[in-house]
């Protein structure tokens, strides 16, 4: 503070007011400093200016708070360059959190970026960027890799991996070395994000000035750092291959009703010279080995459909395929990480969402019964919107009314149904 007397005002004041910064509740107390000093670059202690932080310089000190996904090189570049030429990259993490210095070509570079990007999220809700002017004059790069970049000098080596820790596994590039999420230990990492890896769309800031997450990446991240039992995070097949189906009840709709829970749909061909079989084209590698993971055995129509990873890569675009890229019924192009949150196997209870305002319980249940009993249900509002849960008698009819009733009309509303984790209603 300026003065002693502004200081003991200050802290009368938190007397009874509780203070808190970003929704922390913080505590002061006087300190024994009679002065803030801070060193120089030569070592040599000085007093902060005031104003040095308003001092613009062509290199930022970007602090990200509240950091759900990890921030690489890669995610940084993408959102600092569309403001100038991003000459050097450095990420590091010291007590204020994740932090990374950056340095423009030019200082009005790094006036506009910091003008512009100031207080934005990187990921919706998220990693917010406080972003201030360094002091430094020139960033030391020397080596090349997730971490630090020099984007002028890309002779520069990478440092050396770890033994058995192989460079392309997705644990390790979505979460740094030993699968953690930045210094994360196993006991109990908190969520954390993603750095854009190879195969996966490129990142791209929205209009809300968030940027966009992509498949695999954002699933890692929703679970935790710590993927679901039975998950690798190594596989790059999104083709599966389903058989054992009842050819006389399902349809390339109802496939997609049942695989969209765990990842975009592509495309569906049911093959003509195997009538139980079907070819399922996921978003990525990384969803359809949830969808592997979560429904092979599952019985539909009274029998055990197995799923399995197809030889082809991808299902061609012909007459007798069903394309649904650009399906609105897709779940995971919007609110990806939730979506993600949610995957689980069959279970006996199901989520209803958009439903009419003014829908009555036994409406729901009539519109559902026929795909086996309903033994609890309760309609419910969140957010100002009309939904419900409809716990059924088994797995199996649960299943073929999500099969049957999703994106099916019930009083002019398109409705969804999803699995649901709850035991009872």
Do not use: W
Not at 76 to 95: A, M, N, R, Y
Not at 154 to 162: C, D, G, K, V
Not at 283 to 295: M, P
Request: glycine share 8%; proline share 6%.
């Amino acid at each position: 503070m300026q003065d002693i007397p502004s200081a003991i005002n200050l802290m009368q004041y938190y007397t009874t007011v509780q203070p808190s910064v970003r929704g922390r509740n913080v505590y002061m107390q006087f300190s024994s400093h009679p002065e803030l000093t801070t060193p120089d670059q030569s070592g040599q202690t000085r007093r902060l200016p005031a104003e040095q932080e308003l001092l613009p310089n062509r290199i930022l000190l970007i602090t990200i708070h509240n950091p759900l996904y990890p921030i690489t090189v890669d995610v940084l570049h993408q959102v600092f360059s569309p403001h100038g030429f991003v000459e050097k990259i450095v990420t590091f993490t010291k007590s204020a959190g994740l932090q990374a210095l950056l340095q423009y070509a030019s200082q009005s570079s790094a006036v506009q970026a910091r003008s512009t990007l100031q207080g934005r999220n990187i990921y919706d809700g998220c990693c917010t960027l406080d972003i201030q002017y360094s002091n430094l004059q020139e960033l030391q790069v020397n080596y090349n890799n997730e971490r630090t970049r020099d984007f002028t000098n890309a002779a520069l080596p990478s440092e050396q991996s770890r033994p058995g820790n192989p460079g392309n596994n997705i644990m390790s590039s979505l979460f740094g070395e030993g699968g953690h999420v930045y210094s994360m230990g196993a006991g109990g990492p908190r969520p954390g994000g993603f750095q854009q890896s190879g195969g996966h769309p490129a990142l791209g800031m929205n209009s809300y000035g968030q940027v966009a997450m992509g498949g695999a990446s954002a699933a890692a991240a929703a679970f935790g750092g710590v993927l679901p039992p039975g998950i690798t995070g190594t596989n790059d097949r999104s083709t599966l291959l389903v058989s054992n189906l009842v050819p006389e009840k399902i349809d390339a709709d109802r496939l997609f009703n049942l695989f969209s829970n765990y990842g975009n749909i592509v495309r569906i061909k049911i093959l003509h010279n195997k009538p139980d079989h079907a070819l399922i084209q996921m978003g990525d590698g990384f969803q359809a080995e949830l969808a592997f993971n979560y429904l092979k055995g599952v019985t539909l129509f009274g029998k055990r459909m197995d799923v399995n990873f197809s030889k082809h890569a991808q299902i061609n675009p012909s007459p007798d395929t069903s394309d649904f890229s650009s399906s609105p019924l897709n779940r995971f192009n919007r609110n990806a990480a939730k979506n993600y949150r949610y995957c689980c196997a069959p279970t006996k209870m199901i989520h209803v969402s958009s439903l009419p305002a003014d829908i009555a319980l036994e409406d729901i249940t009539s519109h559902l019964s026929a795909h086996g009993t309903v033994a609890n249900a309760k309609v419910f509002e969140s957010n100002g919107k009309k939904q419900a849960l409809m716990l059924f008698e088994s797995e199996e009819q649960a299943t073929e009314a999500l099969v049957c009733k999703h994106a099916s009309q019930l009083q002019s509303n398109t409705i969804r149904l999803a699995f649901s984790k709850l035991a009872s209603v």
